[in-house]
């Protein structure tokens, strides 16, 4: 099994409510990532969890936060959103450590819409 | 610090000819480099990617990159192309020994047409 499984595909959300994204992985990846992709631009960095410890949050607002409950998944719980927000959101996962194959696999992400 | 530059935003091609997407990196230390491919509405695909020994790598689907450490670059290349081919393509790099930080360049979109 080599896929990252990201629910939903799809979400639309007022700036008033609160919702989350969720990932899961079954590759035995300790590193669990999110990026965040607006149109014709490339993935930006989010978060990075290791160990299920966050060790990067790239001066992400508030309003975005993350939480990975075990080693297979990874959560991102979405509260006051802006329509600014409004992207691609990807989760991806990889090898922990200083090896060769530490390549990052991506899911399929969650198109997110706030309204 | 690393960057990539992908000087080509889009690259038109007729189907069957070939086809070159440029990418050109900056670092200041050994680098890991990749090359992966977006399909519209989708997430990400590793295509390719060079960690270390070859210079010259293949993917399944009949592309190919070269590291070339001197001129700082991993173009992409595919002797015929096919309409399926039509994506947009990410070249990244990350620091050796860790994929924490992939950086990405700004992408270019292959527009194979008939």
């Known amino acids: 099994d080599t896929e990252v499984t990201q629910t939903p595909k799809h979400l639309v959300m007022g700036m008033t409510n609160k919702k989350s994204l969720k990932c899961e992985q079954h590759?035995?990846?300790?590193?669990m990532y999110w990026y965040k992709q607006k149109a014709k631009k490339p993935p930006e960095l989010m978060f990075v969890?290791?160990?299920?410890?966050?060790?990067i949050n790239e001066s992400v607002p508030s309003r975005f936060s993350p939480e990975c409950p075990n080693s297979s998944l990874l959560n991102l719980h979405l509260h006051a959103l802006q329509p600014e927000d409004s992207a691609l959101y990807l989760c991806?996962?990889?090898?922990?450590?200083?090896?060769?194959?530490?390549?990052?696999?991506f899911g399929q992400g969650t198109r997110l819409t706030v309204v | 610090a690393q960057s990539v530059t992908q000087l080509d935003s889009q690259v038109p091609v007729f189907e069957e000819a070939p086809v070159e997407l440029r990418c050109n990196y900056s670092?200041?230390?050994?680098?890991?480099l990749f090359w992966y491919v977006q399909y519209p509405n989708q997430g990400l695909q590793l295509l390719l990617k060079y960690l270390s020994g070859s210079t010259l790598v293949e993917s399944i689907n009949g592309f190919e990159a070269e590291f070339n450490k001197s001129q700082t670059s991993f173009h992409l290349r595919k002797p015929s192309v096919h309409i399926s081919d039509t994506a947009e393509y990410f070249c990244a790099v990350s620091k050796t020994g860790s994929s924490y930080k992939l950086i990405f360049g700004s992408g270019t979109r292959l527009l194979v047409r008939p």
């Open positions: 670092s200041s230390v050994s680098v890991y």
């Open positions: 991806a996962s990889s090898q922990e450590g200083t090896g060769v194959n530490t390549e990052a696999f």
């Open positions: 969890y290791s160990y299920e410890k966050l060790s």
């Open positions: 590759m035995g990846h300790r590193a």
